[in-house]
């Protein structure tokens, strides 16, 4: 069974919108490049014509994710969130109990993570660590930079 992509309406209208675009400009230009560097003749000394099959293979594996995504897309419907725990879609406000400061996250889908903006991935070490917690609750998450200790203050929608 294919794992659920959760997303917004607005991450699912990126997605089918890079779709389209790779399905139609990007594997014509691919196949263009493809027939130009034919052109050149032998094929088996011929750099330009690695290189165009190695980007059309690179396009064809995102078309292969992106539909998969589609085909399991998950759309989060913020109003009928419960806020009594953590779930994807809800902004959690988190203090860090070693120094004190503070954040508020939004938990999202992969195709809706942004973490300049907050906007935490659900299979991020935070995301992942947060789902399913209460407020008040202390929750130590293992990061890169080490294991940091947060109490969930607050849970919104």
Do not use: H, W
């Amino acid at each position: 069974m294919e794992e659920k992509s959760f997303m917004t309406s607005e991450g699912l209208k990126r997605v089918k919108e890079r779709l389209e675009f790779l399905k139609t400009t990007k594997r014509q230009e691919v196949a263009n490049k493809i027939a130009e560097a034919r052109s050149y003749g032998d094929l088996s000394e011929n750099s330009e014509y690695d290189i165009a099959r190695e980007e059309q293979q690179s396009v064809e594996q995102e078309i292969f994710e992106l539909e998969n995504k589609l085909k399991n897309a998950e759309i989060i419907d913020t109003k009928k969130l419960n806020t009594n725990k953590v779930g994807i879609g809800c902004k959690v406000s988190v203090t860090n109990m070693k120094n004190n400061q503070k954040f508020e996250y939004t938990i999202v889908g992969d195709i809706d993570s942004n973490p300049l903006k907050g906007l935490i991935s659900n299979s991020s070490p935070i995301g992942a660590g947060l789902i399913g917690k209460k407020v008040g609750d202390l929750v130590t998450i293992k990061t890169p930079a080490g294991s940091v200790q947060y109490k969930i203050t607050k849970i919104k929608t």
